[in-house]
């Protein structure tokens, strides 16, 4: 025999189905269950069988007995039966009771015998209750080992992405991972422009919700952002809801440098649960709302990407100051060989274009542009004599000349942030066939930075006047180039060379020397303040 509760939720109801099973197995008999209170009221709809159920005995037989909370109550009826209610616990708050008549039995064994049984039952419902437990820990768990590893994507997305990469690069891999965790059916990352939201932006998901409404979301809700992320789960409570068409919930965070908020991360609209499947629990306040969970992954994951935003800042700053002490390098060349100013600046633009026609990245083109502008250094510690020398060199003098990479190479090997750079100082007049200095390297041992400068170089030291000549027509460069192919210079750079040389010859032809600010000499009255 078995019983069909359909007033009981599903955990309520497991229970009953197991305790109408021990009751029959012990006392033979069918039992009522009753949810005890006002207006009782059986929680079985039928039971099938051949059992036959008798509704003689009613739960208010058992009202006055005294201890009926927590152990069985026995009354001995007519026709030597007994009448048996037990107590099984509470559901929603009132007590739930099973009632019997037992034939054939002892008031005193019928009551020890139920006391066994409850328990037993007791027993059972700790073990559902652990049951529950365990459930939920397996449920919280697995949730848990999904958002790290949500969080551990995302800085794995972090570490991949060097610094050369924006901050908008990198949500745009992010927010992707976001979405689904925090359920939201809309993801925005919006940058601040002028103390307002800008409608540049990253969408991710629904486009129920257009891009003006989203921005009136954040100059709606930012000032209510003081410290924790906005959770509004009720938008359409709001005063100005109208303004907000089809916007149900939403979590609001800003991504900061120092206290300056440039970017403002959104998400609208939980996705809604499917329905409950028949006799599970349905929790209509939780499950489509925003909590601290779906608010804290937003706030870590704002936080990453203004720390890379920061990261990113930082990095422009030093590579500003670098760039600055190799500009105050290179002007101490220029002051110091006249014939030269500008000769530097002009090989590293030209190195650069040559980089770029050899598809090199834009990492790699601005390395080899400080390259180009650095590729003389050496020439510092050159005497003069031998620098503006009008004749030609002795031996002597250019066994002294042949000393500049080193000299370079020394200068520069103390600054960390200038290595990528050394090899190309180092080596750029190198020959392709082996014949150059100061290492007599050949082929690919020349590093290619060296290679590239090694081209640039010789086309504006031929093109400009010097001392002892002036600059060689363009054709006559052009024909050292080609006769020098293969054996002075690489092929490959050279044949990117010609490739863009009329864009080389406009950037050559059009350059001017930078003009450098020149101290004013303070007046006396300044002097004297």
Same mark, same amino acid.
């Given at each position: 025999?078995?019983?069909?509760?359909?007033?009981?939720?599903?955990?309520?109801?497991?229970?009953?189905?197991?305790?109408?099973? #021990?009751?029959?197995? !012990?006392?033979?008999?069918?039992?009522?269950?009753?949810?005890?209170?006002?207006?009782?009221? %059986?929680?079985?709809?039928?039971?099938?069988?051949?059992?036959?159920?008798?509704?003689?005995?009613?739960?208010?037989?058992?009202?006055?007995?005294? +201890?009926?909370?927590?152990?069985?109550?026995?009354?001995?009826?007519?026709?030597?039966?007994?009448?048996?209610?037990?107590?099984?616990?509470?559901?929603?708050?009132? %007590?739930?009771?099973?009632?019997?008549?037992?034939?054939?039995?002892?008031?005193?064994?019928?009551?020890?015998?139920?006391?066994?049984?409850?328990?037993?039952?007791?027993?059972?419902?700790?073990?559902?209750?652990?049951?529950?437990?365990?459930?939920?820990?397996?449920?919280?768990? +697995?949730?848990?080992?999904?958002? #790290?590893?949500?969080?551990?994507?995302?800085?794995?997305?972090?570490?991949?992405?060097?610094?050369?990469?924006?901050?908008?690069?990198?949500?745009?891999?992010?927010?992707?991972?976001?979405?689904?965790?925090?359920?939201?059916?809309?993801?925005?990352?919006?940058?601040?422009?002028?103390?307002?939201?800008?409608?540049?932006?990253?969408?991710?998901?629904?486009?129920?919700?257009?891009?003006?409404?989203?921005?009136? #979301?954040?100059?709606?809700?930012?000032?209510?952002?003081?410290?924790?992320?906005?959770?509004?789960?009720?938008?359409?409570?709001?005063?100005?809801?109208?303004?907000?068409?089809?916007?149900?919930?939403?979590?609001?965070?800003?991504?900061?440098?120092?206290?300056?908020?440039?970017?403002?991360?959104?998400?609208? =609209?939980?996705?809604?649960?499917?329905?409950?499947?028949?006799?599970?629990?349905?929790?209509?306040?939780? *499950?489509?709302?925003?909590?601290?969970?779906?608010? +804290?992954?937003?706030?870590?994951?704002?936080?990453?990407?203004?720390?890379?935003?920061? =990261?990113?800042?930082?990095?422009?700053?030093?590579?500003?100051?670098?760039?600055?002490?190799?500009?105050?390098?290179? *002007?101490?060349?220029?002051?110091?060989?006249?014939?030269?100013?500008?000769?530097?600046?002009?090989?590293?633009?030209?190195?650069?274009?040559?980089?770029?026609?050899?598809?090199?990245?834009?990492?790699?083109?601005?390395?080899?542009?400080?390259?180009?502008?650095?590729?003389?250094?050496?020439?510092?510690?050159?005497?003069?004599?031998?620098?503006?020398?009008?004749?030609?060199? !002795?031996?002597?003098?250019?066994?002294?000349?042949?000393?500049?990479?080193?000299?370079?190479?020394?200068?520069?090997?103390?600054?960390?942030?200038?290595?990528?750079?050394?090899? +190309?100082?180092?080596?750029?007049?190198?020959?392709?066939?082996?014949?150059?200095?100061?290492?007599?390297?050949?082929?690919?041992?020349?590093?290619?930075?060296?290679?590239?400068?090694?081209?640039?170089?010789?086309?504006?030291?031929? *093109?400009?006047?010097?001392?002892?000549?002036?600059?060689?027509?363009?054709?006559?460069?052009?024909?050292?180039?080609?006769?020098?192919?293969?054996?002075?210079?690489?092929?490959?750079?050279?044949?990117?060379?010609?490739?863009?040389?009329?864009?080389?010859? *406009?950037?050559?032809?059009?350059?001017?020397?930078?003009?450098?600010?020149?101290?004013?000499?303070?007046?006396?009255?300044? #002097?004297?303040?």
């Amino acid at each position: 025999m078995s019983a069909t509760f359909v007033s009981a939720d599903g955990v309520l109801a497991n229970f009953l189905d197991g305790a109408d099973l #021990l009751l029959q197995e !012990t006392f033979g008999v069918g039992f009522d269950f009753w949810r005890m209170g006002e207006g009782e009221s %059986p929680l079985f709809v039928e039971r099938t069988g051949n059992a036959v159920r008798h509704r003689e005995l009613r739960p208010e037989q058992f009202a006055g007995e005294p +201890g009926l909370s927590s152990q069985a109550a026995v009354i001995e009826g007519s026709g030597g039966k007994c009448l048996l209610g037990l107590p099984l616990g509470r559901s929603a708050g009132q %007590p739930i009771l099973a009632t019997a008549a037992i034939a054939g039995e002892k008031p005193e064994s019928v009551r020890r015998l139920a006391r066994l049984v409850a328990g037993q039952l007791h027993l059972l419902q700790q073990l559902q209750r652990c049951r529950e437990e365990l459930s939920c820990c397996a449920d919280q768990i +697995g949730t848990n080992f999904e958002e #790290l590893t949500f969080l551990r994507r995302v800085s794995d997305q972090l570490e991949m992405a060097d610094l050369s990469r924006e901050t908008w690069q990198v949500a745009e891999a992010v927010l992707p991972l976001l979405a689904p965790m925090i359920k939201a059916e809309t993801l925005v990352l919006m940058a601040e422009t002028q103390g307002a939201a800008s409608a540049a932006m990253i969408w991710i998901g629904s486009r129920e919700i257009d891009v003006e409404t989203c921005r009136r #979301l954040v100059e709606r809700f930012r000032g209510q952002q003081s410290g924790p992320p906005v959770v509004n789960n009720h938008v359409e409570n709001d005063p100005q809801a109208g303004l907000f068409p089809g916007v149900r919930s939403l979590l609001l965070v800003p991504l900061l440098k120092g206290e300056q908020v440039f970017a403002w991360l959104l998400a609208v =609209n939980r996705q809604r649960p499917p329905d409950p499947a028949p006799g599970m629990p349905y929790f209509p306040l939780s *499950s489509h709302e925003y909590g601290s969970v779906e608010a +804290g992954l937003m706030k870590s994951v704002a936080s990453m990407l203004a720390t890379h935003a920061k =990261n990113i800042e930082l990095f422009r700053e030093k590579e500003q100051l670098l760039v600055g002490i190799v500009r105050s390098m290179v *002007s101490a060349i220029d002051a110091k060989d006249p014939y030269t100013c500008g000769h530097s600046e002009r090989v590293a633009i030209v190195a650069r274009r040559i980089a770029e026609q050899m598809q090199l990245d834009e990492h790699e083109r601005e390395r080899i542009y400080l390259t180009g502008l650095l590729h003389d250094i050496g020439n510092i510690g050159i005497s003069d004599a031998i620098l503006h020398k009008p004749g030609k060199l !002795t031996e002597e003098e250019f066994a002294v000349i042949q000393r500049h990479p080193d000299q370079g190479w020394s200068i520069l090997q103390e600054l960390h942030q200038l290595h990528y750079e050394l090899p +190309g100082v180092l080596h750029h007049h190198e020959n392709f066939n082996g014949t150059g200095y100061p290492d007599r390297l050949a082929g690919d041992e020349i590093p290619l930075p060296a290679r590239i400068v090694a081209v640039a170089d010789s086309f504006d030291a031929m *093109s400009s006047d010097r001392p002892y000549r002036k600059g060689m027509a363009l054709a006559r460069v052009l024909e050292i180039f080609q006769s020098g192919n293969g054996t002075q210079w690489d092929p490959r750079v050279l044949e990117a060379f010609f490739q863009a040389l009329p864009e080389i010859l *406009s950037l050559w032809t059009s350059y001017q020397p930078r003009i450098t600010d020149r101290r004013k000499p303070e007046n006396a009255a300044q #002097l004297q303040a």
